[in-house]
Structure formats: C-alpha cells, structure tokens
C-alpha cells in the first residue's frame, strides 16, 4: 500500500521560505506512470494547486505561485520537496503531498497527511 | 484560468435520499473532470476521474456525468458516511483548478 508521510515546519516566519518534504513508501518515485505534487487548503477554504514535477526533472507550477516555487526529487531518498520563499501570512495553509496517477486521468489517488503551516512572527 | 463553479454551496439532505451536485466550468474542458471527497481533519479523497470512473473504495451509489462545461456527481441513496465536502476539479489546462465545494450535511 502506497504511503505519503510529509514532514517539515509547522512554523515558518515571515519573508523566509517553507520547506516541506514527502516521503513515499510502498512504491517508487520514479518514473513516467505518475506525477508528483504539491496542493495546500487555506484554513476552511477550498484546495489549491501548487505544482507537480514528473518523471523526476519536469515540472509544472501555478504561475500565481511559480516565482517563489520549488518542488523537486531525491529518487535516492524516494522523497520530493517543495519549497516556497519569501512567504506571507497568506501562505499560512494546510499543505498536501500527493500522487498523480497518468491511468486514473490524471487525478490525485494518493494524498500524504498534510501538514498544517502558519506564517508568523 | 478555468473557473469551476459549484453549486450549491450547501446541501441538506437525510440519509437515503438522492444527492445532486453540480460543477461547471468556464469553458468545455472534454471531460478531464475529476470529484473528491473531503472529510473533517483528513486529506481529499479520489472519488470520480474522467467524469465519470468510479475510483477503487466507493460504492456504485456514487456515480458522476457530464460533458462540455457541465458535470454533475450524484449518490443515489445517502448514507451517513457521505456527508462531506466534494470538490471538482480540471486538468484539462495547466494551472489545474478546483471548485469551492459543495457541503453536503445531514438535514
């Protein structure tokens, strides 16, 4: 059974950057039958999407976002990272790792735990 | 962007009647449709892909429908474990986008 477990921060301060990172378990990160990525919740909101990364060096960002965006791959690890500088208090969120699966029309089948991230001083 | 809208915001329903949730999009996005189902405290969960494929987990009283811009998610028979937010969501353009949700709390 695939798992997602995140880990990082829960607690990043103002103007520096969130770094989160996705551990996956049961399977492998790599290769061309997925893509990796990365969504947050603001608090009682809907979901976001942040960006995915596929076949460990492509990647796609939401351009509100992909001036201060990172998601990358340690396939060594079997773990990929997102980091997010210069935050605000308007990244304070609910961020989620997760898996895109290419045979289940692209959608996220898999979802790590998230992590719930506040910006503050 | 493609804007998915929802509706409606809130349903309240009791358990063993039909549930209708609707979302549209800004323009025709061919049925690269996908439904999930959210919970308190816990991530989304894959519900519907391609519209209209059932993801492993759900009972058949789950199903979903729609072409173009107009896409519905309907249960059949509530159960008490369905009440939950559904989000929408597109892939058919890059940024992938979400619908607000619809609640859907017992009555």
């Known amino acids: 059974q695939l798992q997602l477990q995140q880990s990082g921060p829960g607690l990043v301060k103002p103007s520096e950057t969130l770094s989160l990172t996705c551990s996956v378990s049961?399977?492998?990160?790599?290769?061309?039958?997925?893509?990796w990525g990365w969504l947050r919740q603001h608090p009682e909101k809907g979901l976001e999407w942040i960006g995915s990364i596929y076949n460990s060096e492509t990647t796609y960002y939401n351009p509100s976002l992909k001036s201060r965006v990172t998601i990358s791959v340690d396939t060594s690890k079997n773990q990929f990272s997102l980091k997010l500088t210069s935050v605000t208090a308007a990244d304070t969120a609910v961020y989620y790792c997760a898996r895109r699966l290419i045979a289940a029309g692209y959608a996220y089948d898999y979802w790590g735990q998230g992590t719930l991230v506040a910006v503050s001083s | 962007d493609i804007v998915l809208t929802q509706s409606p915001a809130t349903l309240s329903l009791s358990p063993g009647e039909r549930a209708t949730l609707s979302c549209r999009a800004s323009q025709s996005i061919s049925g690269q449709l996908v439904w999930y189902q959210q919970k308190p405290g816990q991530a989304p969960r894959l519900l519907i892909y391609d519209a209209s494929k059932r993801a492993t987990g759900f009972p058949a009283r789950f199903s979903g429908s729609g072409s173009g811009t107009d896409y519905t998610l309907t249960i059949s028979s509530l159960e008490p474990e369905d009440f939950a937010v559904y989000y929408c969501q597109q892939r058919f353009n890059w940024p992938i986008t979400f619908g607000p949700g619809t609640r859907l709390e017992i009555k």
């Open positions: 049961g399977g492998s990160i790599s290769g061309t039958r997925y893509y």
